[in-house]
């Protein structure tokens, strides 16, 4: 194979051996070292797979304006060189230029570099320039045309557009699927990413049996001893995204089956996993229960890693008991340990703080499981909530105090409980869960309410300079931190006769404590909502909250005229 090192002032035997030398960097532990060599022969001799080379580099290690910079020179040079012009539209791309990198690539095609992976290059860029309807034709083409990898983005484009609607593309991703699914036999890791990637998007298509076939057949794809642990973690990772697609989806035995694969999946950030747990006994020492009998014997249930993952899961405890009749010791979490101990009576359920557990003999236990994990055994009925009665109980001392001292001795005036923001970790959940607390006043300050702000966090100057814009005060209580002091914000939240909120943890306060709750949820939602569509109108979680589920991302105007409708005809019953 040439390497286009012609005779020059350096020698041919130099230049070849400057191009070995840089390769054997390029392709070692240090590959950036090799970037001195690459651009000598560059600016030598202009050498063009050197110039190539080094932008590749550039691009590893995070800098594209010198990737482009290089590029530029070797296309200015070397007009008809395709890879260049493809790599030149991949750095493009990375730097936002959507637009030129489809410039790019269009050219490195008409110069003869065509493949898969820049045909799918193009098709992204196309995507991200606003040009779907383009990007689809051009996936179609590629397709017939033999490139069939390409059928992933075609799949992908259609999910994205919604244009699986229109029934000649529907049965076209059907005949695309399968000719995949057929292939799937093969060997090698590439198969298993391959069929990973139709599955999730089929899984976004709604089309989730089909999902969970392809997710069985890449199970058994046989994969080489170094590549044994990639196909677990990228099997674990999907299982994960197929267990929250069947829950939002009312597919609930199935995907409360495939839930404890989030117990393997990495997250960003100190969680480190999907669901990550507090551990104080490794499974060598107390099992974990796998649906056995448990009559009279001590069960061991921890908590989840989010409190309001674990106020949720805490309704199930009842049918656990009834069910299964075990004696239950339960780890909450420490924030949690005083509601829960004064709301748990029951001889069956006691409750112990992350302390008092590791003080405790791992033989007192036949078994340990984490609270989320019993739900594949109990096979909940989606139709009705779990909970359909008061579960917490507020310290009544504390709740008297609050009401003296926000000086509401009459009843004449419904208090309503108000909360706005939700998610945490990355800003763009936040934003997807949230809305602007003006947005939510505009919609209310008319009506014949106190409103109570409920939102953890401090937000006291945003809920203050807020209130003087609308006009409306709202009480706000200093002394009340959700994040510090869950007893005293539940004490709080039980003086509301109603409350209105996004879907975040003061949901869980008040439908567990059976006050009328009205949750407005993002379209976009997470495992916790099943779709308006599976026929129930409240949340299944919760008998008094009902769910208003947003139509359109990004706005949520309609949601709130149908919230202030709620709150009309529930004040109307108010006595």
């Known amino acids: 194979m040439s390497t286009g090192i012609a005779k020059n002032s350096l020698g041919e035997q130099t230049a070849h051996l400057k191009f070995a030398k840089a390769c054997d960097l390029h392709q070692g532990s240090t590959p950036k070292d090799a970037i001195p060599l690459y651009l000598e022969l560059w600016n030598s001799i202009k050498h063009e797979r050197s110039g190539i080379n080094a932008a590749a580099i550039f ?9 482009i910079k290089t590029l530029r020179e070797v296309v200015t040079y070397y007009p008809n060189s395709g890879p260049a012009w493809g790599n030149l539209g991949n750095n493009l791309f990375d730097s936002g230029d959507s637009q030129a990198a489809v410039g790019s690539y269009i050219r490195a095609i008409r110069e003869g570099h065509q493949s898969t992976d820049l045909i799918a290059s193009l098709v992204n860029a196309l995507k991200a ?47 695309v699927v399968d000719s995949i699914t057929k292939n799937i036999t093969k060997k090698g890791i590439m198969q298993v990413r391959k069929a990973l990637a139709v599955a999730s ?24 001893d170094q590549d044994i642990q990639k196909k677990y973690h990228m099997l674990n990772t999907y299982i994960w995204n197929l267990a929250c697609s069947m829950l939002g989806n009312g597919e609930l035995k199935k995907g409360w089956t495939y839930y404890d694969a989030g117990l393997l999946v990495p997250a960003q950030g100190k969680q480190k996993y999907q669901r990550s747990l507090f551990k104080p006994f490794p499974i060598t020492k107390i099992p974990i229960w796998r649906g056995e009998n448990v009559a009279g014997k001590n069960i061991l249930i921890l908590g989840e890693q989010g409190i309001g993952d674990t106020m949720m899961f805490t309704l199930i405890l009842d049918e656990f008991i009834k069910r299964y009749r075990p004696k239950i010791t339960f780890c909450p979490g420490d924030r949690l340990l005083s509601i829960y101990k004064r709301s748990f009576v029951s001889k069956e359920i006691k409750i112990v703080s992350s302390k008092e557990i590791m003080e405790e003999k791992p033989e007192e236990f036949h078994a340990q499981i984490p609270i989320g994990s019993l739900l594949k055994f109990l096979a909940p009925d989606m139709q009705k909530p779990y909970l359909r009665k008061p579960l917490l109980i507020a310290n009544d001392l504390t709740s008297n105090k609050l ?25 763009s959940r936040v934003q997807v ?28 100057k ?46 869980h306060g008040s439908g567990g404590l059976g006050i009328p709750t009205c949750c407005l949820v993002p379209k976009h939602h997470d495992w916790r909502w099943i779709k308006p569509s599976k026929g129930i ?23 709130l005229i149908a919230m202030r409708t709620w709150l009309l005809e529930h004040m109307a019953e108010y006595d």
């Open 462 to 507: 945003y809920v203050q300079n807020v209130t003087k814009k609308i006009g409306r005060p709202v009480i706000y209580d200093t002394t009340v931190n959700a994040l510090k002091d869950m007893d005293r914000w539940l004490a709080q939240v039980s003086l509301c006769d109603f409350v209105v909120s996004v879907a975040n943890t003061t949901v």
């Open 537 to 559: 109108k409240n949340s299944y979680w919760y008998s008094s909250v009902d769910a208003i589920i947003q139509d359109e991302p990004n706005s949520w105007d309609q949601e």
């Open 201 to 224: 998007v089929l899984s976004s298509l709604n089309r989730l049996e089909k999902a969970d076939r392809i997710l069985t057949l890449a199970k058994y794809v046989v994969v080489e």
């Open 59 to 67: 691009r590893q290690i995070k800098e594209p304006k010198k990737a």
């Open 403 to 427: 009401q003296t001292r926000y000086k509401r001795s009459s009843k004449d005036r419904p208090l309503v409980g108000i909360s706005w923001r939700g998610g945490a970790g990355k800003k």
């Open 433 to 460: 869960k949230s809305m602007e607390l003006s947005k939510l006043l505009e919609k209310i300050s008319d009506l014949p309410c106190d409103l109570i702000s409920l939102q953890y966090g401090d937000c006291q």
């Open 129 to 175: 320039s606003s040009m779907p309807n383009l990007a689809l034709k051009l996936s179609l083409g590629a397709f017939y045309a033999g490139y069939t990898d390409v059928s992933i983005n075609i799949i992908e484009i259609v999910a994205d557009k919604g244009y699986s609607e229109e029934p000649e593309l529907a049965s076209w991703i059907d005949y």
